[in-house]
C-alpha cells in the first residue's frame, strides 16, 4: 500500500457513506444493505484510528464525537428566528390575505404552503458547505448550541452535497416519526423503563440529552424549511426556489410542499389536509403559509417577531372521550388552588391523555363536570389538555356528587381564601411548600433575579434538604450544603454561587416582580419600583397611597398592601436586606416635554436587544407613559418576540403596532 493510499481510501470511503447516508435517511431510497453499510463504516473508522490525521470533522465517523456535557452554553442567531401568527380557521386565512393586499397594493402572484411539523425548530450553521454548529430555537434571538446532538442525527448532512462558499444558517424542524416513536416505546417497556409521552417531546428530549451518545440511540429526523444568515446571499428568488436548492443541497424537505397561486387554491390545500393528517408519520397540527417571492417578503417585513408575509393556518384540536376518575387540586406559584382531572389514559392527538385542566371551581360548575363522568377532552392549542363538558346521558339516571374544592390547602393546611368576583381561590401562606418550588424557580428565572443553575431540579433539591425555606433563604446557601446535594459538583456549585452573589446588584424592579405578587409583573413592579424609589417607602404605603401611582388601580393596590400584611413575606423582605439585595430604587419622575410626550405605549413579547425595563426607561424618559393594558387610549403597542393577546387585542381596537426597531424611529 502507497504512503497516500490511506488518505485516497478513507476520502473515498467518505464520499460512499454520505451517499449511502443521503439515500438511506433524506432520500427514503437505500442502495446497499445495513451489513454493506456497516461494513465501510468499520474500515473507515480502523483507518481514522491509525492515522488520527486522516479524520475530518465532517466524516461520518463523527456522528457521536464529543464528550458528555453538564449543560449547553448559550448562542446568539445571526438572523432572529421569527415565530408566525396564526390563523385559525378559512376565515382567519382569508383575513390574512386581505391584510397582504392592503399592504402590497397587488397580489403576491404565488404562495407555498408547507406542512407544519410538530417538532423542534434548530438552526443549522455551516461554513464553506461543512456543518459546524446548530443550536435550538430559544427565545429566537438566543438559543442553545446542541451541535454535538445534531451531528448525531443522519438527516443532517455534515457536508453539502453542492459546494457554498462562506456561511449559509438552515432552519428546520427536528421530529420523531409515529412508527419509531412506537417501537422506541415498545423498546422501553421491555427494558422496564418508562414509555415517553409523545413523539415531540420525545423529540425535544432526546435533542437536550447531555450525552451525544444517548441522542444517537434515539430516531431523530429532521425537514429543512428555510434560512438565517447567508453570506455571500444565495442566488434563490422564491420560497419555492429555497426549497428546491435545500434538496439539492441533501437537506430532506417535506414532499407535501405545494406552491399555488391564487388564494382558494392555499384555502383548499389546507382543509383537504385536516382530514389527511391522520394519514402521516408524523405529527402536524396545520399548514405554514408563505408569501413565495423573497423580494415580497423582504418588503412585507414583520410586527414584533411575526413576519407579516407568512401565517400558521391551526387545525382545531382532536376531542375524544374518557371516564374522569377524579378531581384534584395542585396549588401554584401565587397560592392559586388550580384543580384537574384524572382521567383515564386515552390518546388525543398522537399523546396519551391522563390529566386534564378543569381552570377553577365556576367552570367545573357551569360545565356540570362530576366524578365518575364520561367526559370530552381535547388538547387545547395541541398542547394542554383541557375537559369540554361531560355526556349527561351517560349517567343512566345516576346521581353524582357536586364538586367543591377544599376549604383548607391540602398541602399546609391554610384555610383557603376566595375574594369576591374572582375565580381562583388562594392558599395565602406564602411559605406553603408546595408554592415554594414554583416560587424559588420563579424568583431565580432570567426575566427576574437571573440565577443561572437554580431551576425546578435544583429548587427541589435545597427544599428537600430543608436548606431553602423561602426565596430569601438562597442568599444563605453555603458550598458545602450545595456539594452535599446529587448531581451537584464542584464546578456547579461554584458557579450557582457566583450567580446568587450577581443576582444582589438586580434592579429593584425585578426583585419587586421576582417575589411573586399577585398582579404584580414585570411591567407593574416597573411603574410601582419608579412611583416608591424602593422597598423601605414600599412596605409602608397604603393602598390610596398606591392607587394614587397612575396605572396602578386598587386590584394592585391592595394585593401590594396584603402582600406587606403578612409578616412571613415581610421577613422574607429582611432576608434579602441583610443579604444585600438591592432594594433600592431610582424614582424616576414622568418627563413632560419629549418626542413622546403624551403617547401612552404598551410592551409585549421579548425584543431583540431591549429588556422591559430598558424599553420602559426610554419611554418614560422621553415624556411617554407605559400601561399594562391595551385600550383606545393605546397610541403604540411595541410587540416583539411571542406576543400574546395585548397584541390581538391592539389588532382588534386598531391600535398601531410597532417593533423595536419602530419604538427608536419615534425616539429619535
Not at 36 to 41: G, I, K, P
Not at 161 to 186: I, K, T
Not at 275 to 286: E, H, I, N, P, V
Given at each position: 500500500?502507497?504512503?497516500?493510499?490511506?488518505?485516497?481510501?478513507?476520502?473515498?470511503?467518505?464520499?460512499?457513506?454520505?451517499?449511502?447516508?443521503?439515500?438511506?435517511?433524506?432520500?427514503?431510497?437505500?442502495?446497499?444493505?445495513?451489513?454493506?453499510?456497516?461494513?465501510?463504516?468499520?474500515?473507515?473508522?480502523?483507518?481514522?484510528?491509525?492515522?488520527?490525521?486522516?479524520?475530518?470533522?465532517?466524516?461520518?465517523?463523527?456522528?457521536?464525537?464529543?464528550?458528555?456535557?453538564?449543560?449547553?452554553?448559550?448562542?446568539?442567531?445571526?438572523?432572529?428566528?421569527?415565530?408566525?401568527g396564526n390563523a385559525f380557521g378559512a376565515d382567519e386565512l382569508r383575513a390574512w390575505h386581505a391584510r397582504l393586499l392592503r399592504q402590497l397594493d397587488r397580489e403576491p402572484g404565488a404562495?407555498?404552503?408547507?406542512?407544519?411539523?410538530?417538532?423542534?425548530?434548530?438552526?443549522?450553521?455551516?461554513?464553506?458547505?461543512?456543518?459546524?454548529?446548530?443550536?435550538?430555537?430559544?427565545?429566537?434571538?438566543?438559543?442553545?448550541?446542541?451541535?454535538?446532538?445534531?451531528?448525531?442525527?443522519?438527516?443532517?448532512?455534515?457536508?453539502?452535497?453542492?459546494?457554498?462558499?462562506?456561511?449559509?444558517?438552515?432552519?428546520?424542524?427536528?421530529?420523531?416519526?409515529?412508527?419509531?416513536?412506537?417501537?422506541?416505546?415498545?423498546?422501553?417497556?421491555?427494558?422496564?423503563?418508562?414509555?415517553?409521552?409523545?413523539?415531540?417531546?420525545?423529540?425535544?428530549?432526546?435533542?437536550?440529552?447531555?450525552?451525544?451518545?444517548?441522542?444517537?440511540?434515539?430516531?431523530?429526523?429532521?425537514?429543512?424549511?428555510?434560512?438565517?444568515?447567508?453570506?455571500?446571499?444565495?442566488?434563490?428568488?422564491?420560497?419555492?426556489?429555497?426549497?428546491?436548492?435545500?434538496?439539492?443541497?441533501?437537506?430532506?424537505?417535506?414532499?407535501?410542499?405545494?406552491?399555488?397561486?391564487?388564494?382558494?387554491?392555499?384555502?383548499?390545500?389546507?382543509?383537504?389536509?385536516?382530514?389527511?393528517?391522520?394519514?402521516?408519520?408524523?405529527?402536524?397540527?396545520?399548514?405554514?403559509?408563505?408569501?413565495?417571492?423573497?423580494?415580497?417578503?423582504?418588503?412585507?417585513?414583520?410586527?414584533?417577531?411575526?413576519?407579516?408575509?407568512?401565517?400558521?393556518?391551526?387545525?382545531?384540536?382532536?376531542?375524544?372521550?374518557?371516564?374522569?376518575?377524579?378531581?384534584?387540586?395542585?396549588?401554584?406559584?401565587?397560592?392559586?388552588?388550580?384543580?384537574?382531572?384524572?382521567?383515564?389514559?386515552?390518546?388525543?392527538?398522537?399523546?396519551?391523555?391522563?390529566?386534564?385542566?378543569?381552570?377553577?371551581?365556576?367552570?367545573?360548575?357551569?360545565?356540570?363536570?362530576?366524578?365518575?363522568?364520561?367526559?370530552?377532552?381535547?388538547?387545547?392549542?395541541?398542547?394542554?389538555?383541557?375537559?369540554?363538558?361531560?355526556?349527561?346521558?351517560?349517567?343512566?339516571?345516576?346521581?353524582?356528587?357536586?364538586?367543591?374544592?377544599?376549604?383548607?390547602?391540602?398541602?399546609?393546611?391554610?384555610?383557603?381564601?376566595?375574594?369576591?368576583?374572582?375565580?381562583?381561590?388562594?392558599?395565602?401562606?406564602?411559605?406553603?411548600?408546595?408554592?415554594?418550588?414554583?416560587?424559588?424557580?420563579?424568583?431565580?428565572?432570567?426575566?427576574?433575579?437571573?440565577?443561572?443553575?437554580?431551576?425546578?431540579?435544583?429548587?427541589?433539591?435545597?427544599?428537600?434538604?430543608?436548606?431553602?425555606?423561602?426565596?430569601?433563604?438562597?442568599?444563605?446557601?453555603?458550598?458545602?450544603?450545595?456539594?452535599?446535594?446529587?448531581?451537584?459538583?464542584?464546578k456547579s456549585v461554584s458557579n450557582l454561587l457566583a450567580s446568587i452573589e450577581r443576582s444582589k446588584t438586580r434592579p429593584f424592579a425585578r426583585v419587586l416582580y421576582a417575589l411573586g405578587?399577585?398582579?404584580?409583573?414585570?411591567q407593574n413592579a416597573q411603574l410601582v419600583a419608579d412611583a416608591t424609589g424602593g422597598m423601605d417607602a414600599l412596605e409602608s404605603m397604603s393602598a390610596q397611597e398606591l392607587e394614587a401611582?397612575?396605572?396602578?388601580?386598587?386590584?394592585?393596590?391592595?394585593?401590594?398592601?396584603?402582600?406587606?400584611?403578612?409578616?412571613?413575606?415581610?421577613?422574607?423582605?429582611?432576608?434579602?436586606?441583610?443579604?444585600?439585595?438591592?432594594?433600592?430604587?431610582?424614582?424616576?419622575?414622568?418627563?413632560?416635554?419629549?418626542?413622546?410626550?403624551?403617547?401612552?405605549?404598551?410592551?409585549?413579547?421579548?425584543?431583540?436587544?431591549?429588556?422591559?425595563?430598558?424599553?420602559?426607561?426610554?419611554?418614560?424618559?422621553?415624556?411617554?407613559?407605559?400601561?399594562?393594558?391595551?385600550?383606545?387610549?393605546?397610541?403604540?403597542?411595541?410587540?416583539?418576540?411571542?406576543?400574546?393577546?395585548?397584541?390581538?387585542?391592539?389588532?382588534?381596537?386598531?391600535?398601531?403596532?410597532?417593533?423595536?426597531?419602530?419604538?427608536?424611529?419615534?425616539?429619535?
Amino acid at each position: 500500500m502507497t504512503p497516500t493510499a490511506p488518505a485516497e481510501r478513507a476520502a473515498r470511503l467518505r464520499e460512499l457513506l454520505h451517499r449511502y447516508n443521503e439515500e438511506y435517511y433524506v432520500r427514503d431510497a437505500p442502495t446497499v444493505s445495513d451489513a454493506e453499510y456497516d461494513t465501510l463504516m468499520r474500515e473507515l473508522r480502523e483507518i481514522e484510528d491509525a492515522h488520527p490525521d486522516l479524520r475530518t470533522p465532517d466524516s461520518p465517523t463523527q456522528r457521536v464525537g464529543a464528550a458528555p456535557s453538564s449543560t449547553f452554553a448559550t448562542v446568539r442567531h445571526g438572523v432572529p428566528m421569527l415565530s408566525l401568527g396564526n390563523a385559525f380557521g378559512a376565515d382567519e386565512l382569508r383575513a390574512w390575505h386581505a391584510r397582504l393586499l392592503r399592504q402590497l397594493d397587488r397580489e403576491p402572484g404565488a404562495y407555498t404552503v408547507e406542512l407544519k411539523i410538530d417538532g423542534l425548530a434548530v438552526s443549522l450553521r455551516y461554513r464553506d458547505g461543512v456543518f459546524e454548529s446548530g443550536a435550538t430555537r430559544g427565545d429566537g434571538a438566543e438559543g442553545e448550541d446542541v451541535s454535538a446532538n445534531l451531528r448525531t442525527v443522519r438527516s443532517i448532512p455534515l457536508r453539502l452535497q453542492a459546494h457554498v462558499d462562506g456561511v449559509l444558517e438552515v432552519r428546520g424542524e427536528v421530529y420523531m416519526r409515529r412508527s419509531d416513536f412506537d417501537r422506541l416505546n415498545e423498546q422501553r417497556v421491555r427494558d422496564d423503563e418508562t414509555p415517553f409521552a409523545n413523539p415531540r417531546n420525545s423529540a425535544a428530549g432526546s435533542l437536550r440529552q447531555i450525552d451525544p451518545a444517548m441522542t444517537a440511540k434515539r430516531p431523530l429526523r429532521f425537514f429543512a424549511y428555510g434560512i438565517g444568515a447567508n453570506e455571500p446571499p444565495l442566488r434563490v428568488a422564491s420560497q419555492s426556489d429555497l426549497l428546491a436548492a435545500l434538496d439539492a443541497y441533501g437537506f430532506p424537505v417535506n414532499k407535501e410542499t405545494r406552491r399555488f397561486e391564487s388564494i382558494d387554491d392555499v384555502v383548499e390545500f389546507c382543509n383537504v389536509w385536516e382530514s389527511k393528517r391522520a394519514q402521516l408519520d408524523y405529527g402536524t397540527d396545520g399548514v405554514v403559509v408563505k408569501v413565495d417571492s423573497l423580494a415580497l417578503q423582504r418588503e412585507l417585513g414583520s410586527v414584533g417577531r411575526e413576519p407579516r408575509w407568512a401565517v400558521a393556518f391551526k387545525y382545531p384540536p382532536e376531542e375524544v372521550t374518557t371516564k374522569l376518575r377524579s378531581i384534584e387540586v395542585n396549588v401554584g406559584r401565587t397560592g392559586s388552588v388550580n384543580p384537574y382531572a384524572v382521567l383515564e389514559p386515552v390518546q388525543v392527538g398522537g399523546v396519551t391523555v391522563s390529566m386534564a385542566t378543569l381552570h377553577n371551581e365556576d367552570y367545573i360548575h357551569a360545565k356540570d363536570i362530576r366524578v365518575g363522568d364520561i367526559v370530552t377532552v381535547r388538547r387545547a392549542g395541541e398542547v394542554i389538555p383541557e375537559i369540554v363538558g361531560p355526556l349527561v346521558a351517560a349517567r343512566e339516571g345516576r346521581q353524582l356528587p357536586v364538586y367543591h374544592l377544599p376549604t383548607h390547602c391540602p398541602v399546609c393546611g391554610t384555610p383557603v381564601q376566595r375574594a369576591e368576583g374572582e375565580a381562583m381561590a388562594y392558599c395565602p401562606n406564602a411559605v406553603c411548600p408546595s408554592q415554594l418550588v414554583e416560587r424559588l424557580a420563579h424568583f431565580a428565572s432570567r426575566g427576574a433575579m437571573d440565577i443561572d443553575g437554580l431551576g425546578y431540579q435544583s429548587a427541589r433539591a435545597v427544599i428537600d434538604a430543608r436548606f431553602v425555606r423561602d426565596v430569601g433563604d438562597i442568599y444563605a446557601l453555603t458550598s458545602d450544603q450545595l456539594l452535599s446535594l446529587p448531581r451537584m459538583g464542584e464546578k456547579s456549585v461554584s458557579n450557582l454561587l457566583a450567580s446568587i452573589e450577581r443576582s444582589k446588584t438586580r434592579p429593584f424592579a425585578r426583585v419587586l416582580y421576582a417575589l411573586g405578587i399577585r398582579f404584580v409583573g414585570f411591567q407593574n413592579a416597573q411603574l410601582v419600583a419608579d412611583a416608591t424609589g424602593g422597598m423601605d417607602a414600599l412596605e409602608s404605603m397604603s393602598a390610596q397611597e398606591l392607587e394614587a401611582v397612575e396605572q396602578i388601580g386598587p386590584v394592585i393596590a391592595k394585593s401590594l398592601v396584603s402582600f406587606f400584611a403578612h409578616p412571613q413575606n415581610r421577613a422574607i423582605v429582611e432576608k434579602l436586606r441583610r443579604a444585600g439585595v438591592n432594594l433600592r430604587g431610582v424614582a424616576r419622575p414622568q418627563a413632560t416635554t419629549g418626542p413622546l410626550s403624551g403617547k401612552t405605549f404598551v410592551l409585549t413579547g421579548t425584543l431583540p436587544a431591549l429588556t422591559r425595563e430598558d424599553a420602559t426607561a426610554l419611554i418614560v424618559g422621553a415624556g411617554g407613559k407605559v400601561s399594562g393594558s391595551v385600550s383606545k387610549k393605546t397610541d403604540y403597542v411595541v410587540a416583539g418576540e411571542a406576543a400574546g393577546s395585548k397584541l390581538a387585542k391592539a389588532e382588534s381596537l386598531g391600535v398601531k403596532i410597532i417593533d423595536e426597531a419602530g419604538l427608536r424611529d419615534l425616539l429619535k
